[in-house]
């Protein structure tokens, strides 16, 4: 299993990112996929998931309303948009297997994006 994050950034605080999240080693069709970020000195947190066709969508309540988690199975990716982005989403995002798993649950990270909200 590999999965290597990219796409993220400085942005001022209302501006927008998108986040792709590229898998490899294993059939990607056949897994829900998640994003998760970790602040600084904060625990690592799931930001939301997607099912296997990427027609149900999960967020936590901290982002809902204002990013979206989508797929594309052709090319083994999933991607985050980031909208309406706050100096509290500062952290670095990652991806993993599975829906809404907890962190401690997730059995192979890539290395994460950073993504830095300042003005």
């Known amino acids: 299993v590999q999965l290597v994050e990219s796409g993220g950034g400085l942005v001022q605080p209302g501006g927008s990112l998108r986040l792709s999240c590229a898998a490899s080693?294993?059939?990607?069709?056949?897994?829900?996929m998640s994003w998760y970020r970790q602040a600084p000195e904060k625990a690592r947190e799931r930001v939301a998931s997607?099912?296997?066709?990427?027609?149900?969508?999960d967020y936590s309540d901290s982002v809902k309303g204002r990013f979206a988690i989508s797929r594309d199975n052709a090319k083994n990716t999933v991607y985050l948009r980031m909208n309406s982005l706050k100096p509290e989403d500062t952290a670095v995002y990652y991806c993993?297997?599975?829906?809404?798993?907890?962190?401690?649950?997730?059995?192979?990270w890539g290395q994460g994006t950073q993504v830095t909200v300042s003005s």
């Open positions: 993993g297997q599975g829906w809404a798993l907890p962190p401690a649950l997730i059995g192979t």
């Open positions: 080693g294993f059939t990607f069709s056949s897994y829900a």
């Open positions: 997607i099912n296997i066709h990427g027609t149900n969508t």
